[in-house]
């Protein structure tokens, strides 16, 4: 036996080029039948991945949104509100863009009409 041939008395050497070449053509031929016929199948998974993303996630934040900017629209001086930094208060001036809340007797913060997070039931102050 000689050094390049193994058990088998194959006179066919492995060339990997010319197998690999082999494979690859394959490979491109079942890619071009396959992918030809789905057209808009391809597209669906994106459109309801879209629609989606619609109805959970863009949707419900413009409601948030559009309910925040009524509740900014409809501060009064004596409202009871709350702040995103938690700090509660009476509104003693309304302005465009900014407010004046009462946190104690004498003590006025002005703060954005932004900040305003929530409007509190009347007397919840007297409360707490």
Do not use: W
């Not at 036996?1 to 082999?22: D, I, K, Q, Y």
Request: charged share 20%.
């Amino acid at each position: 036996m000689s050094p390049g041939e193994g058990l088998c008395n194959n006179t066919h050497r492995f060339e990997p080029g010319v197998a690999m070449e082999f494979l690859i053509s394959n490979a491109y031929a079942q890619a071009a039948l396959t992918g030809g016929g789905q057209g808009m199948m391809g597209f669906l998974p994106l459109a309801i991945l879209f629609i989606a993303f619609y109805f959970f996630l863009i949707r419900p934040q413009m409601k948030r949104q559009k309910d925040h900017s009524k509740l900014l629209e409809g501060l009064h001086k004596g409202d009871e509100v709350v702040t995103t930094g938690g700090v509660l208060g009476r509104i003693s001036e309304v302005a465009d863009n900014y407010l004046k809340v009462e946190v104690a007797k004498g003590v006025e913060l002005k703060v954005q009409k932004q900040a305003v997070s929530s409007v509190l039931p009347k007397g919840t102050l007297k409360e707490i």
